[in-house]
């Protein structure tokens, strides 16, 4: 069982989130290319930039397992520990998640992050569009 706290009253969440983000490898984020400075995940997180954003934790040990948002156009983000992982902690975010904040929700995925691929399809997600990035200067 997990819990939901929110990022935005937690004020150990920015330390968790930074390092939750430095365990991400290159395939599994589209959002950005480089690590951020702690004083400019800080400030991002500080701006409140989702409409909803909550640290995962244990409901048992109360230990952070994870984060998982949601943001203004209802797109889902979620990521555990890796110590975490495969424990059932992901989809019980995401229930969760759905059950405070019914309605459609998508989730865009790096399309080279196969574990969060299989993880949407196990949840009964389904493919609707892909998404391409142009260069940002033209060639």
Same mark, same amino acid.
């Given at each position: 069982?997990?819990?939901?706290?929110?990022?935005?009253?937690d004020?150990a969440?920015?330390?968790?989130?930074?390092?939750?983000?430095r365990?991400?490898?290159?395939?599994?984020?589209?959002?950005?290319n480089?690590?951020?400075?702690y004083l400019?995940?800080?400030?991002?997180?500080?701006?409140?930039?989702?409409a909803a954003?909550?640290i995962?934790?244990?409901?048992?040990?109360v230990?952070?397992?994870?984060?998982?948002?949601?943001?203004?156009? $209802?797109?889902?983000?979620i @990521?555990?520990?890796?110590?975490?992982?495969?424990?059932?902690?992901?989809? +019980?975010?995401? %229930? !969760?998640?759905?059950?405070?904040?019914?309605?459609?929700?998508?989730?865009?995925v790096?399309?080279t992050?196969? $574990?969060?691929?299989?993880? @949407?399809?196990?949840?009964?997600?389904?493919?609707?569009?892909?998404?391409? +990035?142009?260069p %940002? !200067?033209?060639?």
């Amino acid at each position: 069982m997990i819990t939901l706290t929110s990022v935005y009253r937690d004020p150990a969440a920015v330390d968790i989130l930074y390092s939750l983000m430095r365990e991400r490898t290159p395939e599994m984020s589209i959002s950005h290319n480089t690590m951020p400075t702690y004083l400019q995940h800080a400030r991002f997180v500080r701006d409140i930039p989702y409409a909803a954003w909550y640290i995962v934790r244990d409901a048992t040990t109360v230990e952070a397992v994870g984060a998982v948002y949601l943001t203004r156009a $209802r797109e889902v983000g979620i @990521f555990i520990f890796a110590a975490h992982q495969v424990k059932g902690y992901g989809r +019980q975010a995401v %229930e !969760e998640l759905r059950r405070c904040h019914p309605g459609r929700i998508l989730a865009n995925v790096a399309p080279t992050n196969e $574990r969060s691929l299989a993880f @949407f399809n196990r949840m009964g997600a389904r493919l609707i569009q892909h998404t391409f +990035q142009l260069p %940002e !200067e033209a060639t």
